[in-house]
C-alpha cells in the first residue's frame, strides 16, 4: 500500500514554544491530507481537512491560530502547534487519501508524533 | 453532521473465543472502512465495503456492510492474542469538498491466552 511519513515521531518542547510536525506521502500525490489527535485509548479526533494549495478546513472546536496547517505540494502537509501549552500534549496522526474519486478512497496514516509539551 | 457510533467501547475476551464490533452511522455511506491499531501504533487499513449487504472475509474477519448502508459490523472467530488492538470503523462520504471519512470511538479487544 501506500506510505505516508509522518516527522518527528516524539517530541518534547517548554510550554510556549512552537512545534511543527510534517506529513509526507511517499508515493502518492495526495491533494488532501486529514490532521487528528487521539487520546489514550480514545478515538481519532479530525482537526481539520488540509487541501493542498488552498486554507484548511478546520473542525468545530479546533483554534486555527493555534493549529497552523500548511499543504503547500501534493506530498507534503504540516501542521505547526503554536505557543504550545501542557494541555496540547497528544498523539497526533496525519492520514492521506490515495484516491478521490468516490467511493475508492482509502487513508494511509501516518506513524504520528508524541507531543509532550513542559 | 455525520456520527459515527461503535459498540462495544471494550471487549475482554479468552483466546479462542469469537468477537464482534458494531458500527452505526446517522447517515447513510458511501463506504466503510475498518482499521486496527496496534497499543503504540498508528491505524492500518484493514478493508473497505462499498455494495449494499456486502460481506467479505479475511481468514478469521467477518466484515458486513448492512443493507441501508448506515450500519456495518466486524466479527473475529477464534480470537487469538495477536487480535489484540482497537478496532476502529470509518464512514465514508462523498461531499462537494472531497471525501470524507468520520471515525467510530473504536473497540478495544483485549485476548487473554
Known amino acids: 500500500g501506500a506510505v505516508v511519513s509522518q516527522h518527528p515521531s516524539r517530541v518534547i518542547c517548554k510550554s510556549g514554544t512552537s512545534v511543527k510536525i510534517e506529513c509526507r506521502s511517499l508515493?502518492?500525490?495526495?491533494?488532501?491530507m486529514f490532521w487528528y489527535r487521539q487520546f489514550p485509548k480514545q478515538s481519532l479526533m479530525l482537526m481539520a481537512t488540509?487541501?493542498?494549495?488552498?486554507?484548511?478546513?478546520?473542525e468545530q472546536g479546533v483554534e486555527k491560530d493555534k493549529f497552523l496547517i500548511n499543504h503547500a505540494s501534493l506530498t507534503l502537509s504540516t501542521l505547526t502547534v503554536t505557543s504550545a501549552h501542557p494541555e496540547d500534549s497528544s498523539f497526533y496522526i496525519c492520514?492521506?487519501?490515495?484516491?478521490?474519486?468516490?467511493?475508492?478512497?482509502?487513508?494511509?496514516f501516518g506513524q504520528g508524533t508524541r507531543l509532550t509539551v513542559v | 453532521g455525520q456520527q459515527v457510533m461503535q459498540i462495544p467501547q471494550y471487549q475482554h475476551v479468552q483466546e479462542g473465543e469469537d468477537f464482534t464490533t458494531y458500527c452505526n452511522s446517522s447517515?447513510?455511506?458511501?463506504?466503510i472502512q475498518w482499521y486496527k491499531q496496534r497499543p503504540g501504533g498508528h491505524p492500518v487499513f484493514l478493508i473497505q465495503l462499498v455494495k449494499s449487504g456486502e460481506v467479505k472475509k479475511q481468514k478469521r474477519l467477518t466484515f458486513q456492510f448492512g443493507e441501508a448502508k448506515k450500519n456495518s459490523s466486524l466479527h473475529i472467530t477464534a480470537t487469538q492474542t495477536t487480535d489484540v488492538g482497537t478496532y476502529f470503523c470509518?464512514?465514508?462520504?462523498?461531499?462537494?469538498?472531497?471525501?470524507?471519512?468520520?471515525f467510530g470511538e473504536g473497540t478495544q479487544l483485549t485476548v487473554n491466552p
Open positions: 470509518a464512514g465514508g462520504k462523498w461531499e462537494t469538498s472531497g471525501s470524507r471519512l468520520t
Open positions: 488540509s487541501n493542498e494549495g488552498s486554507k484548511a478546513t478546520y
Open positions: 508515493d502518492f500525490q495526495a491533494t488532501t
Open positions: 447517515t447513510t455511506l458511501s463506504n
Open positions: 492520514s492521506a487519501l490515495d484516491r478521490i474519486e468516490p467511493p475508492g478512497t482509502e487513508a494511509f
